[in-house]
């Protein structure tokens, strides 16, 4: 009794016999199903060779957009940028301190600036020697160095007198370093501090002349008592040496030789300062009078002790201030204090010999001299041509990166659409003989190289800058760079007007176009995603098949087996029993 599968049993493919192999004990019945699936799975290979295909192409598409993208982002930038109104500004002067600005637009050419009078501030200034005075009395015994209220803080060390050294504390008082003086110089050096004058005097007592300092001295008390050589035998301060304490004392205690008490207000331009002398530092009220809207800084010199106000802005414009409780008195910043005034001056200067202009700023701008979008900020008298060009350069730099761009992407479609044959050998890139691909680049070519229309300049097409194609190939190249520097720089309008004219312009003309060829390649990518979705459906469908007939003949060879098994046992039976029979 035997069993057989022959090649007209169902789901076994033509030219595998199985007949009789279920009596071979070796058999092995699975790998028959594995052959038998693997014959039936030829079609999903196929499918799927078609799949990484589609795959292939979406990537060489997605890089093609991205060299498209890249293009379009160089011909925006050109816009965006305003790169072809773009100007520079130089001077005939090498060494020119003026700093001049541009803007995109400002007319070409050149002019003569001549400056003859700078723009000042208008100055309210105070009376000289405002602090009072070191000392009430000529004794000085209990002044300390370290508390002297002078413009500038004394250090310890020595100082040199007639070739002696004298050393200095900081704790010692004013008496102090006069008793050193006199015992460093033998007696013959005295000195002395007059209340009335507020100076200190060095006197020879042998008429001799006092020769102060030296290079190895280490303390600054000759320069912080204002006392210097002048080739005589008597040595004087050469001004008042007591000042106002901005920052270390109230204003009731700052040293002012005016005492100012109590709390108050004054006016600057109109602008209320109100102050409390028992709280407030000096310094404080500067700050405050700085940071207000009254347009005035004020100031203290220490060297020559006196207060200022000086407007912000230059030009012939005054200082309206108004004392209401003495403040402005006591800083000898009035009139009747002994304040003084300085007008401001306006600025004047020409332009190409013209009639003189004045102006309140040094900052000489278009509603000065009428160029538009220039601006030259002076702080010298000078005669100076000033050239506005076109920043070739930077404009130069996008139009290079607009053909280096440009021949990328050209390229990148030459690449993924050749064909190449080599004997019989043709070997073909991931798009070759996608027709609207291979059209991109020439509908690039016409794009890039039509005559822009409407235009009254010289400049129509990329020829005319001294670009073209680079023999027959589709890429560009700057034949001309002399015509191209040329051109920008003598015929910027015309340039201007080629790239940018709205909606036509060479600009528009390839931003729009860009953005149609890559709605056309993304359309491709699409359709071949939604393909290979139906792949894999077509996939999956053919699996599921397979998977079901990898069961089917699982369970068919396993009810052979089954049955092959049944049988060998009847007949053993038989077997056994005809012998039992013969034995008998």
């Known amino acids: 009794m035997g069993l057989g599968i022959s090649a007209r049993s169902p789901h076994f493919m033509p030219g595998i016999q199985v007949s009789g192999l279920l009596a071979n004990a070796s058999f092995d019945w699975k790998e028959i199903v594995d052959r038998l699936i693997a014959a039936e799975s030829k079609p999903i290979e196929r499918i799927e060779a078609t799949k990484s295909k589609n795959t292939e192409q979406t990537t060489a598409l997605s890089a093609i957009k991205t060299a498209f993208t890249e293009l379009q982002d160089s011909v925006q930038a050109m816009r965006a940028d305003e790169i072809f109104s773009l100007r520079t500004v130089s001077s005939d002067l090498a060494s020119t301190t003026w700093k001049t600005t541009s803007a995109n637009g400002t007319p070409v050419g050149s002019y003569a600036f001549n400056v003859t009078r700078l723009a000042t501030r208008a100055q309210q200034a105070g009376r000289a020697d405002i602090g009072a005075p070191l000392n009430s009395v000529n004794d000085v015994s209990g002044l300390t160095l370290a508390n ?43 000195a002395s501090y007059s209340a009335s004058t507020d100076r200190i005097s060095f006197t020879s007592g042998t008429n001799q002349e006092i020769i102060l300092g030296s290079s190895v001295d280490s303390s600054n008390f000759l320069s912080a008592m204002k006392l210097s050589n002048d080739g005589s035998s008597t040595v004087t301060s050469a001004a008042q040496l007591g000042t106002v304490k901005l920052f270390t004392a109230t204003i009731d205690q700052s040293g002012l030789a ?19 002398a028992a709280v407030d530092r000096m310094g404080d009220l500067l700050s405050r009078i700085n940071t207000s809207a009254a347009g005035v800084t004020a100031s203290y010199d220490a060297t020559a002790d006196r207060f200022s106000l000086t407007n912000t802005i230059t030009g012939d414009s005054g200082i309206g201030i108004s004392d209401t409780n003495g403040m402005l008195a006591a800083l000898g910043l009035t009139t009747g204090a002994g304040g003084s005034f300085t007008r401001g001056a306006n600025a004047q200067f020409s332009v190409n010999g013209g009639a003189t ?44 990166d607009f053909v280096t761009k440009f021949n990328e992407v050209q390229d990148r479609i030459a690449a993924d659409t050749e064909v190449v044959v080599s004997g019989t050998q043709v070997s073909k890139a991931v798009l070759a003989g996608n027709r609207e691909v291979e059209a991109w680049s020439s509908r690039l070519r016409s794009l890039a190289f039509d005559v822009v229309g409407g235009l009254s300049g010289s400049v129509k097409r990329l020829d005319d800058l001294g670009i073209d194609f680079n023999g027959t190939t589709s890429r560009l190249v700057i034949k001309s760079p002399d015509k191209l520097t040329a051109a920008l720089a003598e015929k910027p309008n015309d340039v201007s007007d080629f790239f940018m004219k709205a909606t036509t312009g060479f600009v528009a003309r390839m931003f ?22 139906d792949l894999d459906d077509q996939i ?32 053993k039976t038989l077997l056994d029993a005809f012998s039992s029979k013969r034995d008998n």
Do not use: C, W
């Open 540 to 571: 999956a469908r053919l699996k599921a098949k397979l998977e079901q007939q990898r069961e089917t003949l699982t369970n068919a060879f396993i009810k052979m087996l089954e049955a092959q098994s049944l049988a060998e046992s009847q007949n």
């Open 512 to 533: 729009s176009g860009l953005t149609t060829l890559m709605r056309d390649d993304s359309t491709q990518q699409n359709n071949l995603s939604k393909t290979n979705l």
């Open 357 to 400: 202009i004045t102006h309140s700023s040094n900052t000489l701008g278009a509603e000065a001299h009428g160029i538009t979008g220039l601006s030259v900020s002076v702080d010298s008298l000078s005669n100076q041509t000033l050239r506005v060009q076109s920043d070739t350069a930077t404009m130069a730099t996008y139009v290079s």
């Open 258 to 276: 005016t005492p100012v008490t109590g709390a108050g207000s004054f006016s600057i331009n109109g602008v209320t300062i109100s102050y409390d």
């Open 148 to 190: 002297l209220n002078t413009a500038t803080t004394i250090t310890a060390g020595k100082f040199t007198i007639n070739g002696a050294q004298v050393n200095v504390a900081t704790t010692d008082s004013l008496a102090d370093v006069f008793a050193a003086v006199a015992t460093a110089t033998g007696g013959d050096v005295t």
